[in-house]
């Protein structure tokens, strides 16, 4: 009798156990895919938002130094709003796109930026990647 | 999976079937049709597992890759700036067009350097086969940046990394200070087919064009960790 009945439980079981055992393997795949998918678009994004605040910054250095020592006149305007753009740079964690604030941050380094053009009269082309808008999933 | 295997032992002896045993035929089809069944169970299931796999690790591979990709490509980044810095610069003083074509060119080279960068940055997978790649590609000094290189088969790599050897030792040889010499230098790099303008070469350039421009390469110390 109980030799029938563990029969019986086994194949009732059987449908969950061929289950699991699917499962698990293809649990481990997908892991491995999720991480590989998950880095193409993360690696396109991180890059997209460095290629933008790359050139913000090193636009913002080399003027900062051009204001600095070859020009006469001292405006203290432009320089105000330039150490502001690099101030706002610098506390931008860029690389990590979990930050709560990155498109609220990035709108105002963007605005203070489209700032600082204006008043230096210059309008840089910075062929900023188009590809991709989202920032996670 | 055992299971699965089980079963199709036990079907042996009912292929030998008497032709009078009426029942042999019915058990056989149950036979196949419980395989059949486990089969789809371990396809569901298999299906099912790599759904979930992929939900645990998909962000988690999202962030690992947007850091890598933001921390490389920065640095393209604040060259690109730096450049469109000079050229606004440039215009401003109403500097010779020869210079401001120049300027247009090294950022050219740089969008390719970087775009180049990320692809590769892209085709980079977890594997140790990569790895193993990456290290013989950073001892070649193939180019500064590129971690590894996935899609091109080892003979293509020698071949790009001779290339590019060649290439940078013509561009460092290359009398700094002569109007030409970055210019023969992109005509070669066109012609081999190497993507990859070498990064310490458009910094080597931009140097020479901002003593050109009267200006005191200390405008470039940002860039240092290039």
């Keep these: ?70 020009t006469t006149e001292k405006d203290s305007k432009k320089m105000k709003v330039l150490e502001a753009l690099i101030g706002m740079i610098e506390k931008f964690p860029y690389d990590d796109p979990t930050y709560d604030r990155l498109h609220e941050d990035l709108d105002r380094i963007r605005g203070k930026f489209k700032q600082l053009c204006s008043l230096l009269n210059v309008q840089p082309d910075f062929k900023i990647r188009a590809e991709g808008s989202g920032l996670s999933f | 999976m055992s299971w699965v295997q089980a079963a199709t032992l036990i079907q042996r002896p009912g292929d030998e079937r008497d032709v009078f045993d009426e029942e042999a035929d019915e058990s056989l089809l149950v036979q196949r049709e419980w395989r059949n069944h486990m089969h789809r169970r371990v396809k569901e299931g298999y299906r099912d597992g790599v759904d979930a796999g992929k939900a645990v690790t998909l962000q988690q591979g999202f962030n690992q890759g947007y850091k890598e990709g933001a921390e490389v490509i920065i640095n393209y980044g604040q060259l690109r700036g730096t450049l469109s810095a000079l050229l606004s610069w440039c215009h401003l003083h109403d500097n010779s067009s020869a210079l401001i074509s120049k300027i247009n060119n090294l950022l050219d080279a740089v969008g390719q350097c970087e775009e180049y ?110």
């Design chain 1, 1 to 70: 009798m109980a030799g029938s009945q563990d029969m019986f439980d086994a194949i009732v079981m059987a449908d969950e156990r061929f289950h699991g055992e699917g499962f698990q393997e293809g649990y481990v795949e997908g892991s491995r895919l999720g991480v590989t998918e998950g880095r193409q678009h993360g690696t396109l994004h991180g890059a997209k938002i460095g290629s933008e605040i790359g050139c913000y910054q090193g636009f913002a250095f080399a003027w900062k130094y051009l204001l600095h020592s070859c």
């Design chain 2, 117 to 226: 960068v990320l692809q590769h940055l892209k085709s980079v997978t977890p594997q140790p086969h990569v790895v193993d790649l990456l290290d013989s590609i950073q001892d070649t000094d193939l180019c500064h940046g590129v971690p590894a290189e996935k899609t091109i088969d080892e003979a293509t790599d020698e071949r790009l990394s001779e290339n590019n050897a060649e290439f940078n030792k013509n561009c460092s040889t290359s009398p700094s200070g002569t109007d030409y010499s970055y210019l023969e230098c992109y005509r070669t790099q066109q012609h081999t087919h190497s993507e990859n303008p070498s990064l310490t070469w458009i910094l080597e350039q931009t140097a020479t064009l901002v003593k050109q421009l009267g200006i005191p390469v200390d405008i470039l110390q940002h860039l240092k960790q290039l």
